[in-house]
């Protein structure tokens, strides 16, 4: 088992959950995070600290949401580790406020 993210995540992009990931498992491209599940400890720390409850423990994941496990496999095996915080990304706040948060 591991944790990941979904798709709330897209275009978001706040950060919070790097600063408090102990094993720097979080990769990313211009539009979202992505877990590394082969470093992931299921430690739970990312969960909470994301604004938009981007953040599942894949034992945890609605069912509409498995295509996610793989998508964080493939994407953080090829994509750049982000280890410090960012600026969220353009419009983050206005999609904050469409997902409900
Ligand atoms: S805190 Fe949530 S929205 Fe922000 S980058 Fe992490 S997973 Fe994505
Ligand atoms: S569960 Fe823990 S180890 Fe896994 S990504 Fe979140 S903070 Fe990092």
């Keep these: 088992m591991t944790t990941i993210v979904t ?3 897209d275009m978001c992009r706040f950060t919070d959950c ?9 990769h990313g491209d211009e ?3 992505y877990i590394n599940p ?3 400890i299921d430690c739970g720390a990312c ?3 994301c604004p938009v409850r981007a953040i599942y423990e894949v034992k ?4 509409d949401l498995r295509p996610w496990i793989a998508v964080n496999a493939e994407k953080s095996a090829a994509l750049p580790r982000f280890t410090d915080r960012a600026q ?3 419009g983050a706040l206005e999609r ?5 948060f």
């Design 7 to 9: 798709g709330n995540c």
């Design 38 to 40: 082969v470093g992931c």
């Design 31 to 33: 539009r979202m995070l």
């Design 96 to 100: 904050k406020k469409q997902l409900g």
């Design 47 to 49: 969960l909470p600290v």
């Design 60 to 63: 945890n994941l609605p069912a």
């Design 18 to 26: 790097v600063t408090v990931c102990p094993m720097a498992c979080f």
């Design 88 to 90: 969220p990304l353009p």
